[in-house]
T-cell receptor, first 119, second 113 residues
């Protein structure tokens, strides 16, 4: 079974500062992928960034980067130069195979972290 | 742009009613999913489908069923709605490639009274 844990129910950051949102995971699958999504108050789910378990480098997408520490089973999201529009709920998610290798792409989500950016 | 469309943004139903939530995607994705989102619990997978007429139970299938008669359409059915099924329901779709993200609809907020 896969499990994603986000231990920070809420985080606060000052505008223009960097913030790290924590995510730890548990899986027995040797091959897996990690995703981060943003959900603003409007409710839409916005895909931010992806990290494959065998990727050689940490993923980056603009102001988003993923601090992937495989041995620690952590995949923290780093947002640089925070903006007011970054205030939202953030979800970490994992895709992996079950014992039979038939995940068919389903994602397991964490509980989410609410990020508030202060001006 | 990928578009995943859920038929209703808000629904109010009575206990015991049969409820249909419809989802359509326009990107020829093989996979489709139904999640429910509740505060403090994140998103939990109800059912998913990896091909027409194929379906698999997710983590919380009890009280729900699904139908996928066409590739672009995935329906969630609450056979007899109960108050504990009051929630936000999110439909998503994706390709089967491992790096393919899920694309979500805007959600249906269902209230069962």
């Amino acid at each position: 079974a896969q499990k994603i844990t986000q231990t920070q129910p809420g985080m606060f950051v000052q505008e223009k500062e960097a913030v790290t949102l924590d995510c730890t995971y548990d899986t027995s699958d040797p091959s897996y992928g990690l995703f981060w999504y943003k959900q603003p108050s409007s409710g839409e789910m916005i895909f931010l960034i992806y990290q494959g378990s065998y990727d050689q480098q940490n993923a980056t997408e603009g102001r988003y980067s993923l601090n992937f520490q495989k041995a620690r089973k952590s995949a923290n999201l780093v947002i640089s130069a925070s903006q007011l529009g970054d205030s939202a709920m953030y979800f970490c998610a994992m895709r992996g195979g079950d014992a039979g290798g038939t995940s068919y792409g389903k994602l397991t989500f964490g509980q989410g972290t609410i990020l508030t950016v202060h001006p | 742009d990928v578009k995943v469309t859920q038929s209703s943004r808000y629904l109010v139903k009575r206990t015991g009613e049969k409820v249909f939530l419809e989802c359509v995607q326009d990107m020829d994705h093989e996979n489709m999913f139904w999640y429910r989102q509740d505060p403090g619990l994140g998103l939990r997978l109800i059912y998913f489908s990896y091909d027409v007429k194929m379906k698999e139970k997710g983590d919380i299938p009890e009280g729900y069923s699904v139908s996928r008669e066409k590739k672009e359409r995935f329906s969630l059915i609450l056979e007899s709605a109960s108050t504990n099924q009051t929630s936000m329901y999110l439909c998503a779709s994706s390709f089967q490639a491992s790096r393919s993200p899920l694309h979500f609809g805007n959600g249906t907020r269902l209230t069962v009274t």
